[in-house]
């Protein structure tokens, strides 16, 4: 493997007592997409400002390319940001905006020219060098305020949730615009998000974060469906929780009991006693009238809702969450105050293992 | 048809006259009528007279003349005009180049030191000018404290005689204007999107370039408000150069005061007072212009 692009190391920072990043390792290889998603307040957007050179670590170690940036101002990074409210220069057209960072740089006129028209027809803006950006829509400013930092060809595009301003359909639309850009400029991009969605649309690889900690950096094939801890189970996507011990190990399976009943899972390397979570989605949570070999857990069909694309079913349990059944089509087989028996393939059942720390949500 | 009933109806909702009207007059009427009397008036007065002759007692001939106006540009006076504007650019600019750094330190305070910061700006702003002024010239006098002190020090040999000089009427003029230049500047500057200057600085700008090309375009505002809050008073502020300039020193304003109370050349010191107003005009115009097109680029 090559060296990664961006390597923070034992990174720590403060914000007075505030503890916001706790000895954070993250490596982010050349032209990935790597998105930090979190809720607010996990420190995603710090790591982003550290990288970009707005905030100095506490302690740790930062480097772009190899090369140390710690003592490194903004202006002398190679990295360029797309900030939150495109922060455009109200005062300079949509052409001046673009060209800053190469006039700062003194690049020859006919250059800039040639390279801000480049960028205006890859952000698609062809023609409007000369507007001003409070006579644009929030779709053209994102667009002007990425042109900007492209224009410098950075080794790294930092993205600090850009489409948050956006609605729906525009945001979805700039999602997989972003997404072809990054691919096309093989650029490495820094994203920022809380919105999951997003970061599974575009993302090569997420870093999950919660409080300063990155909970899960893995696909987001692999964090959907393997997720490492509680929290990221629960936060990204739909899922199924029960919370249990092992009591048994047969050969590749594990039986495990829950508080709500007995269930299984890939043995992987768990021992009897063990405490675990089970996560198994609602898509792939399966349901009979009958009891099911090594399974033990049932609830009643408390209501049935159609959400648009699919069939949601919720089953009640005393003293559990609601277990979630989502199909694409109707069952009519039961109804409301029947009771389902709950089973599910072994692929399609994650065992996290139990800490204290990520326990708590 | 229909839109005729429409009409009555909207009309008699209306019901215009005297009522209708009543609540424009109970509120604007009182206001309107004190400044065309104490204002409007007076001045309508000064520029008649300023077109008349002065007689020989002081009063003024009902006969009209351009001479007032030509009087403005003998040598003599257009050298008092030339010095007054002289002596507010030198006063705008050093409030700018004070006013300017004082006011973003205190905007980049948190708002609670701020507010206290503004208010040990504005407390000698509510002192009586007089005073303050008063005050300068005690300090500046041949054994007053600063001449005392100097020579204490041994940096100088003999007090200085800057009393009663251009150099001690442009202190008083400073010491007058500051506090005005450090509000119009914070409040710009306070407005400020930090989130630009990152931007400027991730773009490779240093500090030098992110204060010429973001800093001082968005916060052209308090510039020109700065300018025009210290510019115009500077030039008719007739009673810091009675304070400190002793008669010696003699601008615009002074001029106009001594032509009314002094010599009694009512239509003289009328025109120089028309003269005043126009350019005041004038700048206000200038900032107008430069106030539209900020507002452009704020919104």
């Known amino acids: 493997m090559t060296e990664p692009i961006v390597r923070l190391q034992n990174v720590n920072k ?52 190899g090369e140390h940036v710690e003592d490194k101002e903004a202006f002398e990074r190679d990295v360029n940001t797309v900030f939150q ?30 390279r801000v028209r480049e960028m205006l027809e890859l952000v698609q803006l062809m023609g409007f060098e000369g507007r001003r950006p409070d006579m644009m829509s929030g779709g053209q400013k994102q667009r002007v305020a990425i042109a900007r930092a492209l224009i410098n060809n950075p080794k790294v595009l930092l993205l600090d949730e850009p489409l948050g301003a956006l609605d729906l359909q525009l945001r979805k639309q700039m999602q997989i615009e972003l997404k072809r850009l990054q691919q096309k400029l093989n650029i490495t991009f820094v994203y920022v998000t809380h919105d999951q969605e997003e970061a599974m649309t575009m993302s090569d690889r997420i870093a999950v974060m919660r409080g300063g900690v990155i909970e899960h950096l893995a696909t987001p094939k692999e964090i959907y469906g393997r997720p ?5 189970a629960g936060f990204i996507g739909e899922s199924n929780l029960f919370s249990g011990t092992v009591a048994s190990v047969e050969g590749d399976r594990a039986i495990v009991d829950t508080d709500v009943g007995r269930g299984m899972m890939p043995a992987e390397d768990f021992k009897p006693g063990d405490p675990v979570h089970l996560c198994v989605r609602p898509e792939v949570m399966q349901y009979s009238t009958q009891p099911v070999d090594g399974f ?9 809702i159609f959400v648009g694309s699919q069939y949601r079913t919720l089953l009640e349990q005393p003293g559990h969450p609601d277990v979630k059944i989502n199909r694409v089509k109707v069952d009519n087989s039961y109804r409301e105050g029947d009771v389902l028996y709950l089973h599910w393939a072994l692929d399609d059942v994650t065992g996290i293992r139990a800490k204290e720390d990520s326990d708590g949500e | 048809m229909a839109n005729d009933q429409k009409y009555a109806l909207a009309m008699s909702g209306r019901k215009p006259g005297i009522r209708g009207k009543l609540p424009v007059l109970s509120t604007t009427g009182p206001i309107s009528i004190w400044m065309i009397i104490f ?7 000064v ?28 040598p003599l006076y257009l050298k008092i005009i030339l010095k007054s504007f002289k002596l507010a650019f030198i006063t705008t600019v050093i409030c700018l180049i004070v006013g300017y750094p004082m006011a973003y330190w205190i905007a980049g305070k948190p708002p609670k030191t701020a507010a206290k910061l503004l208010m040990l700006v504005m407390i000698p702003y509510w002192t009586s000018s007089l005073v303050r002024l008063y005050s300068v010239n005690l300090l500046a006098m041949p054994n007053g404290f600063l001449n005392t002190a100097l020579m204490k020090l041994g940096i100088i040999s003999e007090p200085l005689d800057i009393l009663y000089s251009d150099t001690v009427v442009l202190i008083g003029l400073l010491v007058a204007c500051l506090p005005f230049s450090v509000l119009p500047l914070y409040s710009s500057i306070e407005k400020l999107d930090k989130s630009l200057l990152e931007a ?14 973001v800093t001082i375009p968005q916060t052209r505002g308090g510039i020109v408000g700065c300018i025009i809050l210290v510019f115009i008073p500077s030039l008719g502020m007739y009673y810091v150069t009675d304070v400190l300039g002793g008669g010696k020193v003699m601008l615009i304003g002074t001029l106009i005061k001594n032509q009314f109370l002094v010599t009694k050349n009512w239509p003289f010191g009328a ?28 919104v």
């Open chain 2, 271 to 298: 025109s120089m007072a028309i003269l005043l107003i126009l350019i005041t005009l004038a700048i206000l115009l200038i900032y107008s212009k430069f106030g539209k097109m900020e507002d452009l680029e704020v």
């Open chain 1, 228 to 232: 490492k801890t509680r929290f990221v």
């Open chain 1, 296 to 304: 033990t857990i049932s609830g009643q069909v408390k209501n049935m």
């Open chain 1, 85 to 114: 409210s495109y922060a455009l220069f109200p005062h300079m057209t949509v052409y001046d905006n673009i060209a800053y960072g190469l006039t700062v740089k003194k690049v020859p006129k006919p250059e800039i020219k040639e």
């Open chain 2, 200 to 213: 400027s600085k991730d773009l490779g700008a240093g500090p030098v370039t992110t204060f010429r090309r």
């Open chain 2, 47 to 74: 520029l008649v007279i300023s077109f008349m002759t002065r007689n020989v007692y002081g009063g003024i001939e009902p006969a009209f003349t351009f001479e007032n106006y030509t009087t403005m540009l003998q």
């Open chain 1, 14 to 65: 403060f914000f007075g007592d505030n503890h916001v990043i706790k000895n954070l390792d993250l490596d982010i290889e050349e032209g990935e997409f790597l998105t930090l998603l979190g809720p607010s307040g996990c420190g995603k957007t710090t790591i982003l400002r550290m990288i970009a050179g707005f905030e100095d670590a506490t302690s740790g170690v930062i480097t772009v390319e």
């Open chain 2, 39 to 45: 204002v409007m008036l007076p001045l309508i007065y």
